[in-house]
């Protein structure tokens, strides 16, 4: 199993992504839970066709669980600056107001162009609701802003606000908290 791009193809146990010169197809494989994967990120894709910095999804085939959706330009960064930050920002609030929230928002699934636009990608582990008042959904979505705010802590820390730079502090203490009980679990299963 590779784990890297290799011709234009990434290729894993759960999926299969061929990358063109102008289109993404992404097929989900038999693997526990694909279904469900491939039907969160078809419609994430369908309710954010109107942010431009996220991948629009041209078509799809259920019976094959396959996405094909544009080619954003742009590779993974090493780095993110002020402007990325704030453009990633503005995509995020974008998306949480069309009702959809990420679970995790790591580097890998941020693209950023020889001119500097930000753009997102991967939206198979979402939580997609159409009341936005919902309690899951504002759990949800403070998960998203979490992970917003650490990548800003991480690359930018003075963009943060004070208010933000308490709640990224909270979650820290809590995630360490859980942490522990998650090593006493694995300890005992041991």
Do not use: C
Not at 19 to 29: A, H, M, N, R, S
Not at 139 to 158: E, G, M, N, T
């Amino acid at each position: 199993m590779i784990k890297e791009v290799i011709d234009n193809k990434y290729n894993t146990e759960k999926m299969l992504i061929e990358i063109g010169d102008e289109t993404v197809t992404k097929l989900f494989k038999p693997y526990r839970g694909y279904q469900r994967r491939y039907k969160r990120e078809k419609e994430a894709l369908l309710r954010l066709l109107h942010i431009i910095d996220i991948p629009r999804l041209i078509k799809f085939e259920d019976h094959n669980t396959k996405l094909f959706m544009t080619r954003l330009p742009g590779v993974k960064p090493v780095d993110l600056s002020e402007q990325n930050l704030r453009d990633l920002t503005k995509i995020v609030e974008q998306m949480l107001a069309a009702g959809v929230a990420r679970h995790a928002m790591p580097i890998r699934d941020i693209l950023v162009d020889q001119n500097g636009r930000l753009s997102l990608v991967d939206f198979e582990r979402s939580t997609i609701v159409n009341q936005l008042w919902r309690p899951d959904f504002l759990i949800a979505k403070k998960v998203s802003r979490y992970h917003l705010y650490r990548l800003i802590a991480q690359y930018q820390p003075q963009l943060l606000t004070k208010r933000q730079k308490q709640q990224l502090e909270r979650v820290n203490k809590l995630r360490s908290y859980f942490g522990v009980f998650k090593r006493f679990r694995n300890y005992i299963r041991a």
